[in-house]
């Protein structure tokens, strides 16, 4: 329901994109956003956008990090720049939805990041 897209090797400096288009069968989306976990450790937020546009970042990916959504496709993107080794990762596409007064949070498979030289 969640495929992301983008990963891949990359040197330190790189950049790449990572996009996250949620299938048909999401409604009512609030929140679109991606986290990270790297090996050994726990799952953590790296940015989130809400329908009104409103972003929110850590702490370690602000200012190389740009996350932005086209709503019309239920699709979020990460833009990665300057990437450190520290970013590996497998990162995951998270998408939180309201339908018919539920509450709904989804998790795609993730897509591995690899910065290394």
């Known amino acids: 329901q969640l495929p992301a897209s983008g990963g891949g090797l990359v040197q330190p400096g790189g950049s790449l994109t990572l996009s996250c288009a949620a299938s048909g069968s999401i409604f009512g989306i609030n929140v679109m956003g991606w986290y990270r976990q790297a090996p050994g450790k726990q799952r953590e937020l790296v940015a989130t956008i809400t329908s009104g546009g409103v972003l929110n970042y850590a702490d370690s990916v602000k200012g190389r990090f740009a996350i932005s959504r086209d709503s019309a496709k239920n699709t979020v993107y990460l833009r990665m720049n300057s990437l450190k080794p520290e970013d590996t990762a497998v990162y995951y596409c998270?998408?939180?939805?309201?339908?018919?007064?539920?509450?709904?949070?989804?998790w795609g498979h993730g897509t591995l990041v690899t910065v290394s030289s």
């Open positions: 998270n998408a939180d939805a309201t339908y018919s007064g539920s509450y709904y949070n989804y």
